[in-house]
């Protein structure tokens, strides 16, 4: 099969029960809002950190969602695929396509648990945090080096 079998897109069936933040996900698509050209779909934006989506484990970003509770999403405006998902309940059936790579049964990155991916943010907050501490050094020794001079 020479590795044909990954690129056939994995439909599954996932359920999730509301949470205090909804579903834990936004989305994107639509008729009026196409997210990938030429098709009119809903797939997922953002998983939302400690969400029902997010702790069940298996939705991923990027996925499509093809169905919610049998209704299928297929020619919807964003807004109405929005409505669909207010008006779910609380125990949701979503009818997904998974993204290509995805695998349901292992990491999504080939990276080991132990090596997690630095953040934009904590990479930002340590350059700051460097660069202030280079700034203090060099204002320390500038003015112990002037104390150090002959006076003239």
Same mark, same amino acid.
């Given at each position: ?10 439909? &599954?069936?996932?359920?999730? +029960? ?9 989305? &994107? ?5 196409? %997210? =990938?050209? !030429?098709?009119?779909?809903? %797939? ?10 997010? #702790?069940?484990?298996? #939705?991923?970003?990027?996925? +499509? ?6 209704? @299928? #999403? ?6 109405? $695929? =929005?409505?669909?998902? @207010?008006?779910?309940?609380?125990? &949701? ?11 349901? !049964?292992?990491? &999504? ?8 991916? =630095? ?11 460097? $660069? $202030?501490?280079?700034?203090?050094? =060099? #204002?320390?020794?500038? @003015? ?5 001079? +002959?006076?003239?």
């Amino acid at each position: 099969m020479n590795g044909s079998v990954h690129s056939m897109p994995t439909v &599954v069936d996932i359920q999730l +029960k509301r949470g205090p933040a909804g579903l834990g996900f936004n989305i &994107v698509g639509g008729l009026d809002q196409q %997210y =990938v050209l !030429n098709d009119s779909g809903i %797939y997922v934006a953002k998983i939302k950190e400690n969400g029902a989506a997010a #702790l069940d484990g298996r #939705l991923q970003e990027g996925d +499509k969602i093809l169905a919610i509770n049998g209704k @299928r #999403l297929e020619n919807l405006s964003h807004s109405a $695929a =929005v409505e669909l998902f @207010r008006s779910a309940g609380e125990d &949701v059936l979503l009818r997904v396509q998974q993204r290509p790579g995805h695998h349901q !049964n292992g990491p &999504v990155s080939s990276r080991p648990e132990s090596e997690a991916p =630095v953040s934009s943010f904590g990479l930002l907050l340590g350059l700051t945090v460097a $660069a $202030a501490a280079i700034t203090v050094a =060099v #204002l320390c020794f500038r @003015r112990f080096s002037v104390g150090l001079r +002959k006076p003239t």
